[in-house]
């Protein structure tokens, strides 16, 4: 079905019962109607009909919202909260254009990737002149105001690239499976140790995992934008780098890459059958990590890690990819691990480029997202998303609290390599 017609289709499902209300962050913290899916969806009905005009104070609203997913996800009527939103926001991309900051980050950095791995190495030298040493020696903060919020805590570029420090195939004796591992950004750049992990773990249960040195950026926050002719340039070029693999499964460590080549993809090229058709052959092969390892029968006796834990769910892995029980599995069968459910589950306010933009209104819902799992007396968090992980540590650093943010599989790597002495 093309885009347009689905849009339509959607749009008539919201009969205003409500119950987004329970869910949105945005909802939660300001408590209006316009945080909301249904007034989002009431915008967007107005707009199609032509019975309001498109301002920038409508923009506005539409862009208060973090795509988590939550409204979609629990919607009695079906209504695809996000995907009316994104609707909104494309609208307003072509009627009142772009900033010349987000023209140079989402339309010339991201979508090239040798101009992106480029400024990122500059970065990496850079990174000590324009960033101070966060509190108590946690990430670091900017020194001067160049679109990130003076107070956000962000990690550090690591000093070696995933890419870097892992070849393309890392193969094992006999593999009963083959899998390609989509990195990210974040596991690439920032969190090397949780990709080195993922291929830890996986090794171990006999899988080879390849990591192709020509993927790129997912595209996910140039997507959640609205700006849809880049996205499916980012897209395009991802698709043709994974069609070429054959691979089992297509595996990723975040859930947000995860719902960009699920979901995202094939929605894409609805007016392309023959683009869609490759990106649903690649969609149908996506998992979370989680999921290839429990669906292996993986190792669980292994060393002990004496940790008190809880788990963090990512919106978009489980709202998306519908991964929630996986990670829980694998954590409570590590020797040694005392797990401890958080009751809440709370979106933790990050939403791709929300954070950047709504600076404020994300670390509150971060704030109320981490006095719940403070509250449970873990000392980890566990997540399976690193830019749910990049906010929670921005909030740990700001609020002074005894938390640490891990992937689930770096905590069944420390039981494998405790397990091996
Ligand atoms: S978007 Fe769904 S949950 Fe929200 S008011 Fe409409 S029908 Fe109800
Ligand atoms: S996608 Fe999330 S933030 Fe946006 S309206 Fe739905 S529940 Fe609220």
Same mark, same amino acid.
Request: charged residues 25%; contains cysteine; aromatic residues 6%.
């Given at each position: 079905?093309?885009?347009?017609?689905?849009?339509?289709?959607?749009?008539?499902?919201? %009969?205003?019962?409500?119950? @987004?209300?329970?869910?949105?962050?945005v909802?939660?913290v300001?408590?209006?109607?316009?945080?909301?899916?249904?007034?989002?969806? $009431?915008?967007?009905?107005?707009?199609?009909?032509?019975?309001?005009?498109?301002?920038?104070?409508?923009?506005?609203?539409?862009?208060?919202?973090?795509? @988590?997913?939550?409204?979609?996800?629990?919607?009695?009527?079906?209504?695809?909260?996000?995907?009316?939103?994104r609707?909104?926001?494309?609208?307003s991309?072509?009627?009142?254009?772009?900033?010349?900051?987000?023209?140079?980050?989402?339309?010339?950095l991201?979508?090239?990737r040798?101009?992106? %791995?480029?400024?990122?190495?500059?970065?990496k030298?850079?990174?000590?002149?324009?960033?101070?040493?966060?509190p %108590?020696?946690?990430?670091?903060?900017? $020194?001067?105001?160049?679109?990130?919020?003076?107070?956000?805590?962000?990690?550090?570029?690591?000093?070696?690239?995933?890419?870097?420090?892992?070849?393309?195939?890392?193969?094992?004796? +006999?593999?009963?499976? $083959?899998?390609?591992?989509f990195?990210?950004?974040?596991?690439?750049?920032?969190?090397?140790?949780?990709?080195?992990?993922?291929?830890?773990?996986?090794?171990? %249960?006999?899988?080879?995992?390849?990591?192709?040195?020509?993927?790129?950026?997912?595209?996910?926050?140039?997507?959640?934008s609205?700006?849809?002719?880049?996205?499916?340039?980012?897209?395009?070029?991802?698709?043709?780098?994974l069609?070429?693999? +054959?691979?089992?499964?297509?595996?990723?460590?975040?859930?947000?890459?995860?719902?960009?080549?699920?979901?995202?993809?094939?929605?894409?090229?609805?007016?392309?059958?023959?683009?869609?058709?490759?990106?649903?052959?690649?969609?149908?092969?996506?998992?979370?990590?989680?999921?290839?390892?429990?669906?292996l029968?993986?190792?669980?006796?292994?060393?002990?890690?004496?940790?008190?834990?809880?788990?963090?769910?990512? @919106?978009?892995?489980?709202?998306?990819?519908?991964?929630?029980?996986?990670?829980?599995?694998?954590?409570?069968?590590?020797?040694?691990?005392?797990y401890?459910?958080?009751?809440?589950?709370?979106c933790?306010?990050?939403?791709?480029?929300?954070s950047?933009?709504?600076y404020?209104?994300?670390? +509150?819902?971060?704030?109320?997202?981490?006095?719940e799992?403070?509250?449970?007396?873990?000392?980890?968090?566990?997540?399976?998303?690193l830019?749910?992980?990049?906010?929670?540590?921005?909030?740990?650093?700001?609020?002074?609290?005894?938390?640490?943010?891990?992937?689930?599989?770096?905590?069944?790597?420390?039981?494998? $390599?405790?397990?091996?002495?």
């Amino acid at each position: 079905m093309l885009h347009d017609e689905r849009i339509e289709q959607i749009l008539y499902k919201c %009969n205003r019962c409500g119950s @987004c209300q329970q869910v949105c962050p945005v909802y939660d913290v300001l408590g209006v109607e316009s945080g909301l899916a249904r007034g989002k969806i $009431r915008l967007v009905k107005a707009l199609r009909h032509g019975e309001l005009e498109l301002t920038r104070d409508i923009a506005k609203k539409l862009d208060i919202c973090l795509q @988590c997913k939550r409204c979609t996800a629990n919607c009695p009527g079906g209504a695809e909260g996000d995907t009316l939103i994104r609707w909104g926001r494309t609208e307003s991309q072509k009627k009142l254009g772009v900033s010349p900051v987000y023209s140079l980050i989402a339309r010339i950095l991201l979508p090239r990737r040798w101009i992106f %791995n480029t400024g990122l190495a500059m970065g990496k030298i850079g990174q000590k002149v324009i960033f101070r040493p966060g509190p %108590n020696g946690q990430g670091m903060l900017p $020194r001067i105001p160049f679109g990130l919020d003076m107070r956000r805590v962000i990690p550090s570029l690591a000093a070696q690239t995933l890419k870097q420090r892992l070849p393309e195939v890392n193969t094992v004796d +006999k593999p009963l499976q $083959r899998v390609v591992y989509f990195t990210g950004c974040m596991a690439n750049y920032c969190y090397p140790q949780v990709g080195e992990a993922l291929v830890q773990v996986l090794n171990h %249960n006999g899988v080879e995992v390849i990591i192709p040195k020509l993927q790129h950026c997912c595209g996910m926050p140039v997507f959640a934008s609205g700006d849809i002719k880049f996205a499916r340039l980012m897209a395009r070029e991802n698709i043709k780098v994974l069609a070429e693999i +054959k691979a089992d499964a297509i595996v990723v460590s975040c859930g947000s890459c995860g719902l960009a080549l699920k979901e995202h993809y094939p929605e894409l090229f609805a007016d392309d059958p023959a683009m869609q058709r490759k990106a649903q052959e690649i969609a149908a092969r996506v998992k979370d990590v989680t999921e290839v390892l429990t669906a292996l029968d993986y190792q669980k006796g292994a060393g002990t890690v004496n940790e008190k834990v809880t788990y963090h769910d990512p @919106c978009h892995l489980k709202n998306g990819l519908k991964v929630s029980e996986q990670p829980r599995q694998i954590l409570k069968n590590i020797p040694g691990i005392n797990y401890i459910e958080n009751e809440h589950g709370r979106c933790c306010g990050s939403g791709g480029s929300f954070s950047l933009k709504h600076y404020d209104l994300s670390t +509150k819902i971060t704030d109320r997202c981490l006095q719940e799992l403070a509250a449970t007396g873990a000392e980890i968090v566990a997540t399976g998303c690193l830019a749910c992980r990049m906010q929670l540590e921005d909030g740990i650093a700001q609020q002074g609290l005894n938390l640490k943010v891990r992937h689930t599989v770096e905590l069944l790597a420390a039981a494998y $390599r405790a397990a091996a002495g």
